[in-house]
């Protein structure tokens, strides 16, 4: 049995159902349904087209261009044809490709207003071009006054030239067109954070998460609020925009902000924490060592760690075990030892000691990671017990990525 009921097998009707299925999110199936149009009439440009926008959904932006390849060569005066390959082309870092589609597709449709909206984004995005970006976006809302992403992208190409009162205007519009579309209330929050409206920007970005909470949105939400100060709130948004989006690197980086801000301000309040020197046989190697610590290469935005370092003989030998007794200062929940191990390994791998929970447990961690360890359990974004948890078999931490945390 085909799949138009029993119906004659067509190319048409197979690829009238491949668009059904696709539009339903069935990629498998519906892939299934082009191939089979192909098989039946090879030269049937509408279905080289559909099977490329599958291809594309699925992965397979290589296999979509040559599908569209072919739909053109069968079909070159077909404007949707050359706007779906210029954003395949756009999207692929071949924005020269790209525009000469979108120049082809307006002169076989010189009416054609997606057409002018795509080149208009790639103007904006790829090569910057800001103002010849609005002349596009300007045309594709005269083609088509509802535009609403014409509006949208037209809004981010004035911000780009500092028009942030007209960027807001546009804005306004977009919304006002498609009021369940979240990607415009993140672009108007973010409208809103560059004219100080960090009260209205927080609503906007609120109303994005309501319509889709994704990692960015929370992230994005995450900066007006510390912007405002509220550096538990983004830390929090933060968190949760982690959890949602684990692989982005925009959202990793803004954690590091929050993060960062959030131990300097704890800092002023805190004492720098102790690092003990406890063998005293090779001068050079305690030079390297502090080298290191005070100039991580692993550490990301800057990340430091905040020592005091002892180098005083009276404690040549001292144990973890002894440390608690050594040091009477409530204020400290743990400290460094560099002993004869620390010295005389390359990874220079430093003893920590706790001093509150269960003093005198210990772990250690190499001197490029240090910073890690004593900027969370300094201001107690961690505790002890979880670093001591992500040693390796040696007892000795080496970071975050090491053991698979982000």
Not at 274 to 283: C, H, I, M, Q
Not at 354 to 364: A, S
């Amino acid at each position: 049995m085909n799949p138009m009921n029993q119906q004659p097998e067509t190319a048409e009707a197979y690829c009238k159902c491949g668009e059904a299925k696709r539009i339903k999110g069935d990629l498998d199936g519906a892939l299934a349904d082009f191939n089979r149009a192909i098989e039946l009439k090879p030269d049937f440009a509408v279905a080289y087209n559909n099977r490329a926008l599958i291809k594309k959904q699925k992965g397979d932006p290589k296999g979509a261009l040559e599908d569209y390849d072919k739909a053109i060569a069968l079909k070159p005066d077909i404007a949707q044809i050359f706007v779906n390959r210029g954003a395949l082309r756009r999207v692929s870092s071949d924005p020269d490709g790209a525009l000469t589609d979108f120049d082809r597709a307006i002169e076989i449709k010189p009416d054609f207003h997606e057409a002018y909206n795509y080149r208009g984004e790639t103007r904006r995005v790829n090569c910057y071009q800001f103002d010849e970006a609005i002349t596009d976006f300007d045309k594709a809302i005269e083609l088509k006054p509802d535009f609403a992403i014409a509006y949208n992208n037209r809004a981010l190409a004035k911000l780009s030239k500092g028009d942030r009162n007209g960027a807001l205007s546009d804005c306004d519009k977009a919304i006002s067109l498609k009021p369940d579309q979240p990607l415009y209330y993140v672009n108007r929050g973010e409208v809103k954070k560059h004219l100080g409206d960090f009260v209205g920007a927080l609503a906007d970005f609120d109303r994005a998460i309501e319509l889709k909470p994704d990692g960015l949105t929370w992230s994005h939400r995450a900066m007006i609020k510390y912007a405002q100060g509220d550096l538990d709130g983004a830390l929090n948004d933060c968190d949760k925009a982690i959890q949602l989006a684990p692989n982005s690197n925009t959202v990793k980086a803004r954690r590091n902000l929050v993060l960062k801000e959030k131990n300097d301000r704890a800092r002023q309040e805190t004492e720098n924490t102790l690092a003990l020197r406890t063998d005293f046989s090779d001068e050079a190697s305690w030079q390297t060592l502090c080298g290191a610590i005070q100039n991580p290469k692993n550490s990301s935005d800057d990340f430091i760690a905040y020592v005091d370092f002892v180098n005083d003989k009276a404690f040549e030998g001292l144990t973890a075990e002894q440390l608690p007794s050594f040091l009477s200062d409530d204020s400290q929940s743990f400290a460094f030892i560099i002993d004869k191990i620390t010295l005389s390994n390359s990874e220079h791998p430093v003893l920590v000691v706790d001093l509150q929970d269960e003093p005198g447990q210990t772990f250690r961690v190499i001197a490029s990671e240090l910073w890690a360890v004593e900027n969370n359990l300094s201001i107690a974004n961690m505790g002890f017990e979880e670093f001591a948890s992500r040693v390796d078999n040696d007892g000795v931490f080496r970071g975050f990525q090491n053991n698979g945390d982000v």
